[in-house]
């Protein structure tokens, strides 16, 4: 069975969660490895939170979505990173 991907309209306010290690900069990493495809992705658009025991790292980015090719952009390239461990 084929996955039906919910309907969208374009531009929209979108809040994707990166999880990751808890290491200093992976707030950081999140951030800049989104700018490259929101480039006006600012430090108000990133909320961090650790985990109940501190190893992992959830990052809320909230930014304005261009576009549905521009959200799966965004999914490849963070998923194809080393550093991040779950996409939601």
């Known amino acids: 069975m084929e996955y039906e991907r919910p309907h969208m309209d374009f ?6 969660r990166v999880i990751g290690a ?4 992976f ?5 800049v490895e989104v ?3 929101v480039p006006d992705l600012t430090e108000d658009g990133i909320e961090a939170r650790p985990s109940n025991g501190g190893k992992y790292l959830a990052v809320k980015v909230s930014f304005v979505a261009e576009s549905r090719e ?4 965004i999914y490849a390239h963070l998923s194809a990173q080393d550093r991040v461990i779950y996409l939601l």
């Open 11 to 16: 531009p929209t306010i979108f809040r994707l």
């Open 22 to 25: 808890n290491q200093d900069d």
């Open 27 to 31: 707030a950081t990493f999140v951030m």
């Open 35 to 37: 700018r490259k495809h």
């Open 70 to 73: 521009q959200l799966d952009a």
